[in-house]
Protein backbone atom coordinates (compact mmCIF):
# COMPACT_ATOMS: atom_id res chain seq x y z
CA UNK A 1 0.00 0.00 0.00
CA UNK A 2 0.96 4.02 0.13
CA UNK A 3 3.12 5.53 -1.75
CA UNK A 4 5.56 4.01 -4.41
CA UNK A 5 8.30 4.99 -2.06
CA UNK A 6 6.93 3.27 1.14
CA UNK A 7 5.97 0.11 -1.18
CA UNK A 8 9.50 0.08 -2.20
CA UNK A 9 10.99 0.17 1.28
CA UNK A 10 9.08 -2.77 2.61
CA UNK A 11 9.27 -5.09 -0.39
CA UNK A 12 12.72 -6.27 1.28
CA UNK A 13 10.38 -7.13 4.09
CA UNK A 14 9.13 -10.16 2.42
CA UNK A 15 12.21 -11.66 1.46
CA UNK A 16 13.85 -11.24 5.07
CA UNK A 17 10.52 -13.00 6.05
CA UNK A 18 11.33 -15.89 3.80
CA UNK A 19 14.55 -16.15 4.32
CA UNK A 20 14.02 -16.43 8.22
CA UNK A 21 11.42 -18.85 8.04
CA UNK A 22 13.50 -20.84 5.71
CA UNK A 23 16.60 -20.92 7.96
CA UNK A 24 14.27 -22.80 10.19
CA UNK A 25 12.86 -25.41 7.48
CA UNK A 26 16.35 -26.06 6.49
CA UNK A 27 17.33 -27.72 9.83
CA UNK A 28 16.23 -31.29 7.80
CA UNK A 29 19.41 -30.95 6.68
CA UNK A 30 20.50 -30.85 10.23
CA UNK A 31 19.66 -34.92 10.07
CA UNK A 32 22.84 -35.68 8.81
CA UNK A 33 24.49 -34.43 11.92
CA UNK A 34 22.00 -34.79 14.69
CA UNK A 35 21.27 -39.07 14.00
CA UNK A 36 24.78 -39.42 15.72
CA UNK A 37 22.92 -38.20 18.94
CA UNK A 38 19.46 -40.41 17.98
CA UNK A 39 19.97 -43.29 21.09
CA UNK A 40 21.05 -46.62 19.92
CA UNK A 41 17.77 -48.47 20.83
CA UNK A 42 16.21 -46.31 18.08
CA UNK A 43 19.11 -46.58 14.81
CA UNK A 44 17.00 -49.18 13.14
CA UNK A 45 13.21 -50.41 13.25
CA UNK A 46 14.07 -53.87 14.88
CA UNK A 47 15.30 -51.58 18.05
CA UNK A 48 18.47 -53.03 19.30
CA UNK A 49 18.59 -56.05 17.61
CA UNK A 50 19.22 -54.24 14.30
CA UNK A 51 22.69 -54.17 12.32
CA UNK A 52 24.08 -53.04 8.86
CA UNK A 53 23.38 -49.50 7.33
CA UNK A 54 21.04 -47.76 10.21
CA UNK A 55 16.99 -47.54 9.19
CA UNK A 56 17.50 -43.72 10.60
CA UNK A 57 18.83 -42.60 7.38
CA UNK A 58 15.55 -42.66 5.90
CA UNK A 59 14.55 -39.49 8.08
CA UNK A 60 15.71 -37.14 5.12
CA UNK A 61 13.99 -39.12 2.43
CA UNK A 62 11.10 -39.74 4.24
CA UNK A 63 10.95 -35.83 5.04
CA UNK A 64 11.34 -34.77 1.49
CA UNK A 65 8.61 -36.97 0.02
CA UNK A 66 6.20 -35.31 2.33
CA UNK A 67 7.27 -32.39 1.24
CA UNK A 68 6.47 -33.39 -2.07
CA UNK A 69 2.83 -34.38 -0.44
CA UNK A 70 2.60 -31.31 0.88
CA UNK A 71 3.98 -28.86 -1.66
CA UNK A 72 1.35 -29.32 -4.10
CA UNK A 73 -1.39 -28.46 -1.76
CA UNK A 74 -0.03 -25.34 -0.71
CA UNK A 75 -1.16 -23.36 -3.21
CA UNK A 76 -4.66 -24.54 -2.11
CA UNK A 77 -3.97 -22.78 1.27
CA UNK A 78 -2.25 -19.73 0.04
CA UNK A 79 -5.44 -18.60 -2.11
CA UNK A 80 -7.54 -19.42 1.23
CA UNK A 81 -5.31 -18.26 4.01
CA UNK A 82 -3.06 -15.78 1.83
CA UNK A 83 0.34 -15.70 1.70
CA UNK A 84 1.77 -15.07 5.53
CA UNK A 85 -0.54 -17.04 7.40
CA UNK A 86 0.11 -20.60 5.21
CA UNK A 87 3.26 -20.03 5.42
CA UNK A 88 2.99 -19.78 9.17
CA UNK A 89 0.94 -22.74 9.24
CA UNK A 90 3.51 -24.78 7.33
CA UNK A 91 6.15 -24.20 9.44
CA UNK A 92 4.81 -24.37 12.24
CA UNK A 93 3.37 -27.68 11.86
CA UNK A 94 6.81 -28.71 11.18
CA UNK A 95 8.36 -27.20 14.42
CA UNK A 96 5.29 -29.33 16.12
CA UNK A 97 6.97 -32.26 14.77
CA UNK A 98 10.19 -31.58 16.41
CA UNK A 99 8.69 -30.87 19.74
CA UNK A 100 6.56 -34.28 19.66
CA UNK A 101 9.42 -36.11 17.99
CA UNK A 102 11.17 -35.25 21.35
CA UNK A 103 8.37 -37.93 23.29
CA UNK A 104 9.19 -41.09 20.55
CA UNK A 105 10.87 -44.20 21.75
CA UNK A 106 10.82 -46.13 19.00
CA UNK A 107 12.43 -44.94 15.14
CA UNK A 108 8.79 -45.57 13.75
CA UNK A 109 6.84 -43.11 15.83
CA UNK A 110 9.75 -41.15 15.76
CA UNK A 111 9.57 -40.49 11.76
CA UNK A 112 6.03 -40.10 11.75
CA UNK A 113 6.54 -36.82 13.53
CA UNK A 114 10.08 -35.79 12.54
CA UNK A 115 9.58 -36.68 9.00
CA UNK A 116 6.44 -37.01 8.02
CA UNK A 117 4.90 -33.91 10.26
CA UNK A 118 8.23 -32.24 9.68
CA UNK A 119 8.22 -32.46 5.74
CA UNK A 120 4.54 -31.94 5.62
CA UNK A 121 5.18 -28.66 6.99
CA UNK A 122 7.91 -27.49 5.20
CA UNK A 123 6.19 -28.37 1.88
CA UNK A 124 3.32 -26.02 2.72
CA UNK A 125 5.47 -23.23 3.63
CA UNK A 126 8.41 -23.20 1.12
CA UNK A 127 6.97 -21.38 -1.68
CA UNK A 128 4.80 -18.59 -0.35
CA UNK A 129 7.70 -16.07 0.50
CA UNK A 130 8.89 -17.36 -3.20
CA UNK A 131 5.23 -16.11 -4.42
CA UNK A 132 5.31 -13.42 -2.61
CA UNK A 133 9.04 -11.92 -3.51
CA UNK A 134 8.30 -12.72 -7.57
CA UNK A 135 5.44 -10.58 -6.99
CA UNK A 136 7.78 -7.51 -5.40
CA UNK A 137 10.27 -7.97 -7.75
CA UNK A 138 9.17 -9.76 -11.01
CA UNK A 139 12.78 -8.92 -13.10
CA UNK A 140 14.96 -10.61 -10.88
CA UNK A 141 13.51 -13.62 -10.08
CA UNK A 142 16.89 -15.53 -9.90
CA UNK A 143 17.99 -13.69 -6.82
CA UNK A 144 14.56 -13.40 -5.10
CA UNK A 145 14.47 -17.39 -5.26
CA UNK A 146 18.76 -17.87 -4.19
CA UNK A 147 17.59 -15.04 -1.32
CA UNK A 148 14.86 -17.03 0.74
CA UNK A 149 16.73 -20.51 -0.41
CA UNK A 150 19.70 -18.95 1.18
CA UNK A 151 18.34 -19.63 4.70
CA UNK A 152 16.86 -22.77 3.35
CA UNK A 153 20.75 -24.02 2.83
CA UNK A 154 21.57 -21.84 5.60
CA UNK A 155 19.57 -22.94 8.65
CA UNK A 156 21.79 -26.26 8.73
CA UNK A 157 24.65 -24.59 9.62
CA UNK A 158 23.17 -22.24 12.30
CA UNK A 159 21.34 -25.24 13.58
CA UNK A 160 23.92 -28.02 13.40
CA UNK A 161 25.78 -26.14 15.74
CA UNK A 162 23.47 -25.20 18.32
CA UNK A 163 21.82 -28.78 18.45
CA UNK A 164 25.66 -30.05 18.68
CA UNK A 165 26.10 -27.34 21.70
CA UNK A 166 22.56 -28.63 23.89
CA UNK A 167 23.17 -32.74 22.59
CA UNK A 168 26.87 -32.58 23.27
CA UNK A 169 27.71 -29.91 25.74
CA UNK A 170 31.02 -31.34 26.83
CA UNK A 171 32.53 -32.37 23.40
CA UNK A 172 32.36 -35.88 24.26
CA UNK A 173 34.00 -38.05 21.82
CA UNK A 174 32.60 -41.92 20.37
CA UNK A 175 34.03 -44.80 21.91
CA UNK A 176 36.47 -46.35 19.15
CA UNK A 177 35.12 -49.69 20.32
CA UNK A 178 31.53 -49.54 20.67
CA UNK A 179 31.42 -46.31 17.93
CA UNK A 180 28.51 -45.33 20.35
CA UNK A 181 28.74 -41.74 22.48
CA UNK A 182 28.28 -41.36 26.68
CA UNK A 183 25.03 -41.75 27.63
CA UNK A 184 24.41 -38.42 28.77
CA UNK A 185 24.61 -37.14 24.90
CA UNK A 186 21.71 -39.96 24.32
CA UNK A 187 20.00 -37.96 27.39
CA UNK A 188 20.36 -34.58 26.07
CA UNK A 189 18.86 -35.63 22.64
CA UNK A 190 14.81 -35.08 23.92
CA UNK A 191 15.65 -31.82 25.30
CA UNK A 192 17.72 -30.36 22.64
CA UNK A 193 14.66 -31.51 20.29
CA UNK A 194 12.28 -29.41 22.37
CA UNK A 195 14.57 -26.33 22.85
CA UNK A 196 15.54 -26.37 19.27
CA UNK A 197 11.38 -26.21 18.25
CA UNK A 198 10.94 -23.74 20.53
CA UNK A 199 12.72 -21.54 18.82
CA UNK A 200 11.65 -22.29 15.75
CA UNK A 201 8.46 -21.62 15.90
CA UNK A 202 9.47 -17.63 17.23
CA UNK A 203 11.24 -17.13 14.41
CA UNK A 204 8.50 -18.47 11.82
CA UNK A 205 6.21 -15.72 14.05
CA UNK A 206 8.37 -13.34 13.19
CA UNK A 207 9.35 -14.23 9.52
CA UNK A 208 5.33 -14.57 9.10
CA UNK A 209 4.52 -10.84 10.53
CA UNK A 210 7.59 -9.35 8.27
CA UNK A 211 5.86 -11.54 5.28
CA UNK A 212 2.34 -9.84 6.32
CA UNK A 213 3.90 -6.31 6.57
CA UNK A 214 5.60 -6.33 3.19
CA UNK A 215 1.68 -6.56 1.87
CA UNK A 216 1.55 -7.68 -1.75
CA UNK A 217 2.36 -4.93 -4.90
CA UNK A 218 -0.73 -3.24 -6.41
CA UNK A 219 -1.80 -5.03 -9.81
CA UNK A 220 1.64 -4.93 -11.93
CA UNK A 221 1.43 -2.84 -15.16
CA UNK A 222 0.28 -4.54 -18.23
CA UNK A 223 4.37 -5.49 -18.79
CA UNK A 224 4.35 -7.33 -15.60
CA UNK A 225 0.87 -8.92 -16.99
CA UNK A 226 2.57 -10.64 -19.90
CA UNK A 227 5.82 -11.87 -17.94
CA UNK A 228 2.78 -13.45 -16.08
CA UNK A 229 1.29 -15.12 -18.87
CA UNK A 230 2.01 -19.06 -19.62
CA UNK A 231 1.90 -20.61 -22.81
CA UNK A 232 0.22 -23.87 -21.03
CA UNK A 233 -3.41 -23.76 -20.36
CA UNK A 234 -3.81 -25.48 -17.16
CA UNK A 235 -0.94 -27.21 -14.92
CA UNK A 236 -1.61 -30.82 -15.81
CA UNK A 237 -0.63 -29.71 -19.36
CA UNK A 238 2.63 -27.84 -17.89
CA UNK A 239 3.34 -30.93 -16.23
CA UNK A 240 3.06 -33.46 -19.04
CA UNK A 241 4.94 -31.38 -21.48
CA UNK A 242 8.48 -31.90 -22.78
CA UNK A 243 9.99 -29.23 -20.90
CA UNK A 244 8.72 -30.71 -17.69
CA UNK A 245 10.14 -34.02 -18.08
CA UNK A 246 13.60 -33.39 -19.02
CA UNK A 247 13.79 -30.26 -16.09
CA UNK A 248 12.64 -32.91 -13.91
CA UNK A 249 14.80 -35.71 -15.54
CA UNK A 250 17.89 -32.86 -14.86
CA UNK A 251 17.02 -32.03 -11.53
CA UNK A 252 16.48 -35.52 -10.14
CA UNK A 253 20.04 -37.17 -11.88
CA UNK A 254 21.89 -33.89 -10.58
CA UNK A 255 20.59 -33.84 -7.09
CA UNK A 256 21.32 -37.64 -6.32
CA UNK A 257 25.10 -36.80 -5.81
CA UNK A 258 24.42 -33.48 -3.40
CA UNK A 259 22.02 -35.48 -1.41
CA UNK A 260 23.69 -38.73 -1.05
CA UNK A 261 26.89 -36.31 0.65
CA UNK A 262 24.98 -34.29 3.25
CA UNK A 263 23.43 -37.98 4.37
CA UNK A 264 27.25 -39.73 4.41
CA UNK A 265 29.70 -37.46 4.24
CA UNK A 266 29.94 -37.68 8.21
CA UNK A 267 29.88 -41.54 7.77
CA UNK A 268 32.43 -41.63 4.95
CA UNK A 269 34.93 -39.23 7.02
CA UNK A 270 34.69 -41.35 10.71
CA UNK A 271 36.69 -44.15 8.47
CA UNK A 272 39.78 -42.31 8.42
CA UNK A 273 41.80 -41.72 11.05
CA UNK A 274 42.89 -38.25 9.56
CA UNK A 275 39.31 -37.13 9.55
CA UNK A 276 38.06 -38.79 12.63
CA UNK A 277 36.51 -36.05 14.90
CA UNK A 278 33.02 -35.22 16.08
CA UNK A 279 34.03 -32.01 16.65
CA UNK A 280 35.97 -31.83 13.27
CA UNK A 281 33.04 -33.39 11.08
CA UNK A 282 30.43 -31.23 12.39
CA UNK A 283 32.76 -28.36 11.24
CA UNK A 284 32.63 -29.62 8.02
CA UNK A 285 28.81 -30.11 7.76
CA UNK A 286 28.48 -26.57 9.09
CA UNK A 287 30.90 -25.45 6.09
CA UNK A 288 29.39 -27.40 3.60
CA UNK A 289 25.90 -25.61 4.87
CA UNK A 290 27.51 -22.32 4.67
CA UNK A 291 28.31 -23.54 1.09
CA UNK A 292 24.88 -24.34 0.22
CA UNK A 293 23.12 -21.82 1.92
CA UNK A 294 25.44 -18.65 0.42
CA UNK A 295 25.88 -20.43 -2.43
CA UNK A 296 22.58 -20.11 -3.40
CA UNK A 297 21.96 -15.98 -3.61
CA UNK A 298 25.11 -16.51 -5.66
CA UNK A 299 23.34 -19.37 -8.14
CA UNK A 300 20.28 -17.18 -8.25
CA UNK A 301 22.32 -14.01 -8.80
CA UNK A 302 24.04 -15.87 -11.38
CA UNK A 303 21.06 -17.15 -13.04
CA UNK A 304 19.32 -14.05 -14.29
CA UNK A 305 22.73 -13.39 -15.88
CA UNK A 306 23.61 -16.48 -17.76
CA UNK A 307 19.89 -18.19 -17.87
CA UNK A 308 19.65 -21.94 -16.18
CA UNK A 309 21.17 -23.87 -18.90
CA UNK A 310 24.55 -22.62 -19.36
CA UNK A 311 25.08 -22.76 -16.09
CA UNK A 312 23.41 -26.54 -15.00
CA UNK A 313 25.71 -27.58 -17.55
CA UNK A 314 28.71 -25.60 -15.67
CA UNK A 315 27.19 -27.21 -11.92
CA UNK A 316 27.24 -30.72 -12.94
CA UNK A 317 30.41 -30.55 -14.26
CA UNK A 318 31.67 -29.22 -11.37
CA UNK A 319 30.13 -31.71 -9.33
CA UNK A 320 31.13 -34.75 -11.36
CA UNK A 321 34.59 -33.97 -10.83
CA UNK A 322 34.16 -33.58 -7.20
CA UNK A 323 32.50 -36.37 -6.88
CA UNK A 324 35.61 -38.37 -8.60
CA UNK A 325 38.13 -36.50 -6.37
CA UNK A 326 36.45 -37.39 -2.61
CA UNK A 327 38.13 -40.58 -2.21
CA UNK A 328 41.51 -39.19 -2.65
CA UNK A 329 41.11 -36.26 0.24
CA UNK A 330 40.35 -38.91 2.79
CA UNK A 331 43.81 -38.18 3.66
CA UNK A 332 43.80 -34.40 4.02
CA UNK A 333 41.46 -32.59 6.32
CA UNK A 334 41.79 -29.39 3.69
CA UNK A 335 41.25 -31.39 0.56
CA UNK A 336 38.24 -33.23 2.48
CA UNK A 337 36.42 -29.93 3.53
CA UNK A 338 36.74 -28.12 0.49
CA UNK A 339 35.29 -30.82 -1.45
CA UNK A 340 32.97 -31.42 0.84
CA UNK A 341 32.18 -27.91 0.23
CA UNK A 342 31.72 -28.18 -3.36
CA UNK A 343 29.43 -30.89 -3.37
CA UNK A 344 27.20 -29.06 -0.79
CA UNK A 345 27.72 -25.96 -2.84
CA UNK A 346 26.13 -28.01 -5.93
CA UNK A 347 23.20 -29.35 -4.45
CA UNK A 348 22.14 -25.58 -3.03
CA UNK A 349 22.50 -24.31 -6.83
CA UNK A 350 20.03 -27.24 -7.95
CA UNK A 351 17.94 -26.36 -5.35
CA UNK A 352 18.21 -22.14 -6.03
CA UNK A 353 17.88 -22.30 -10.07
CA UNK A 354 14.76 -24.91 -10.01
CA UNK A 355 12.09 -22.16 -9.17
CA UNK A 356 13.54 -19.73 -11.55
CA UNK A 357 13.84 -22.29 -14.52
CA UNK A 358 10.29 -23.06 -13.66
CA UNK A 359 8.94 -19.15 -13.39
CA UNK A 360 10.81 -18.63 -16.94
CA UNK A 361 9.56 -21.91 -18.61
CA UNK A 362 6.36 -21.92 -17.48
CA UNK A 363 5.39 -18.01 -16.59
CA UNK A 364 5.12 -16.33 -13.05
CA UNK A 365 1.69 -17.21 -12.59
CA UNK A 366 1.72 -20.91 -12.97
CA UNK A 367 5.18 -21.48 -12.67
CA UNK A 368 5.34 -21.93 -8.45
CA UNK A 369 2.37 -24.90 -9.10
CA UNK A 370 5.00 -26.37 -11.42
CA UNK A 371 7.83 -26.23 -9.15
CA UNK A 372 5.40 -27.83 -6.88
CA UNK A 373 5.28 -30.72 -8.77
CA UNK A 374 8.97 -30.73 -9.69
CA UNK A 375 10.01 -30.55 -6.63
CA UNK A 376 9.36 -34.64 -6.31
CA UNK A 377 12.54 -34.96 -8.28
CA UNK A 378 14.55 -34.28 -5.45
CA UNK A 379 12.53 -36.52 -3.24
CA UNK A 380 13.31 -39.00 -6.13
CA UNK A 381 16.96 -38.32 -5.55
CA UNK A 382 17.09 -38.58 -2.07
CA UNK A 383 15.36 -41.65 -2.18
CA UNK A 384 17.63 -42.81 -5.28
CA UNK A 385 20.78 -41.62 -3.01
CA UNK A 386 19.59 -44.14 0.09
CA UNK A 387 18.75 -46.81 -2.33
CA UNK A 388 22.03 -47.05 -3.93
CA UNK A 389 23.28 -46.57 -0.68
CA UNK A 390 22.26 -49.15 0.22
CA UNK A 391 22.93 -51.55 -2.79
CA UNK A 392 26.44 -51.06 -3.28
CA UNK A 393 27.99 -50.23 0.48
CA UNK A 394 28.81 -53.55 1.72
CA UNK A 395 29.99 -54.81 -1.54
CA UNK A 396 31.42 -52.32 -3.16
CA UNK A 397 31.86 -49.77 -0.90
CA UNK A 398 32.03 -45.73 -1.20
CA UNK A 399 34.60 -45.50 -3.90
CA UNK A 400 31.72 -47.37 -6.55
CA UNK A 401 28.70 -45.13 -4.87
CA UNK A 402 30.80 -42.07 -6.00
CA UNK A 403 31.53 -42.80 -9.51
CA UNK A 404 28.03 -43.57 -10.07
CA UNK A 405 26.89 -39.92 -8.49
CA UNK A 406 29.75 -38.58 -10.79
CA UNK A 407 28.00 -40.10 -13.74
CA UNK A 408 24.60 -39.74 -12.92
CA UNK A 409 25.54 -35.71 -12.93
CA UNK A 410 27.15 -36.27 -16.53
CA UNK A 411 24.11 -37.80 -17.38
CA UNK A 412 22.01 -34.04 -16.11
CA UNK A 413 24.34 -32.36 -18.08
CA UNK A 414 23.85 -34.03 -21.14
CA UNK A 415 19.81 -34.06 -20.57
CA UNK A 416 20.02 -30.12 -19.91
CA UNK A 417 21.01 -29.34 -23.84
CA UNK A 418 17.71 -30.12 -24.77
CA UNK A 419 15.52 -27.97 -22.77
CA UNK A 420 14.97 -24.87 -24.70
CA UNK A 421 15.38 -21.31 -23.45
CA UNK A 422 15.46 -21.06 -19.52
Keep these: GGSAASGLSVAPLAILGGFLTHLTLGTLYCWGNFQSYLPPSMKYFAGLSGSGTPDSLYVIPLGMVFMCIGMPMSSFFQARLGLPLSMLFGSLLMAGGVYLSSFATTLASFMVTYAVMFGFGVGLAYTAPIVAGWKHFPARRGLVSGCILGGFGSGGFLFNMVGSALANPDKLALDPETKLFPSAVYDNFPGMLRRLALIYASMQVVGALL ?153 ADMGPKVFAVLFSAFATAAIGGSAINKQLMGSLGFDAIFKVLAALSVLAGVTVGALGDA
Design 211 to 363: LKTAGLPAVQASSGKAAGASKYSSLKEAVFSKQFVLLWSCIMLSATAGLNTVSVYKMFGNQFPALKSDAYLAMVGGLGSVANGVGRTGWGILQDKLGFRTLFTFLTAMQAVAMMLYKYTVGNRTLFTGTTMVLFLCLGGNFAMAPGACGKLFG
